[in-house]
C-alpha cells in the first residue's frame, strides 16, 4: 500500500522567507505527483502537477520537484506572502487504478506579516 | 464553466437517516471521484467511476452506494446514516490529456454532514 507522509505537520513564518514543504513516498512505482492547497472551509486547488518522468514543475513562486528513486518530493515557495497561509497537500497517483490518488495528511503553514 | 459543483454544502442528519450528495461537473471528464476528509487521517477515496454507467470502490466504501447515471453527475448515497459517517465530502473529476498520460484531478467545494 502506498503510504505518503508529509513533514512538517505544521509551519508558522514571517512573510518574505522562502520554504520548503516535503513529501515523502514508500512506493517509487508512481504514474505522477500533484501537489495541492486547501484553504479553511474549501475545496482542494491544483498547484503542480509532476508527471514521473519529470524532475520539476514550475509555477510563479512556486517550485516542485520529484526524485523517485528516493521518494521524495519538495514544494519551494518564494518570498512567502500572507496569502500563501493554506494546508498543503501532497497526493501520488501509482496508476493502477485510473488516477486514483494517495494523499498525505498535508502540511499547515502560516505566513503572518 | 462551474467546474465541480456540490449539494448541498451542509447536513445534519440524525443515525439511521438516508441522504444523497449530488456532484456535478461541466468540463466532460470521463473520471469522477467521492473522497472523504476526517482530521488527521488526510482524503481517503470511497468509490469512484471511470465513465458513465461505471463504478468502483475505492478504499472506505462500506456503507455508501454510488451512480453515474449520467457523465456529468456523480451521486453519493448513505442508505443508513451512522455517526462515524460525520466527515467533510469532496467529489472530484479528472480527464485523460491529449498526450494520454495524466489524470491532473479538480476538486469540488465540499460538502459537511454531520450525523448525530
Known amino acids: 500500500k502506498q503510504e505518503v507522509t508529509q513533514i512538517p505537520a505544521a509551519l508558522s513564518v514571517p512573510e518574505g522567507e522562502n520554504l520548503v514543504l516535503n513529501c515523502s513516498f514508500t512506493d517509487s512505482a508512481i504514474y505522477n505527483l500533484q501537489w495541492f492547497r486547501q484553504d479553511p472551509g474549501k475545496g482542494l486547488t491544483s498547484l503542480l502537477l509532476i508527471q514521473s518522468s519529470q524532475r520539476e514543475q514550475t509555477s510563479g513562486r512556486l517550485n516542485a520537484s520529484l526524485d523517485k528513486s528516493s521518494g521524495r518530493s519538495t514544494l519551494y515557495i518564494a518570498a512567502s506572502q500572507p496569502g500563501d497561509s493554506a494546508t498543503y497537500l501532497c497526493a501520488v497517483d501509482r496508476g493502477s487504478t485510473l488516477g486514483r490518488l494517495y494523499f498525505g495528511r498535508g502540511t499547515q503553514l502560516t505566513v503572518w506579516p | 464553466n462551474a467546474g465541480v459543483t456540490q449539494t448541498p454544502k451542509f447536513r445534519v442528519l440524525k443515525t439511521g437517516q438516508s441522504m444523497t450528495l449530488l456532484c456535478a461537473q461541466d468540463m466532460n471528464h470521463e473520471y469522477m471521484y467521492w473522497y472523504r476528509q476526517d482530521p488527521g487521517m488526510g482524503l481517503r477515496l470511497i468509490h469512484y467511476s471511470v465513465g458513465e454507467g461505471t463504478t468502483a470502490k475505492g478504499e472506505v466504501p462500506d456503507g455508501y452506494n454510488v451512480s453515474r447515471l449520467k457523465k456529468q453527475n456523480f451521486l453519493l448515497g448513505l442508505e443508513s446514516a451512522a455517526p462515524s459517517q460525520t466527515s467533510v465530502y469532496f467529489c472530484?473529476?479528472?480527464?485523460?490529456?491529449?498526450?494520454?498520460?495524466?489524470?491532473?484531478?479538480?476538486f469540488g467545494p465540499g460538502t459537511r454532514l454531520t450525523v448525530t
Open positions: 472530484a473529476s479528472s480527464h485523460l490529456d491529449r498526450v494520454g498520460s495524466t489524470y491532473e484531478q479538480y
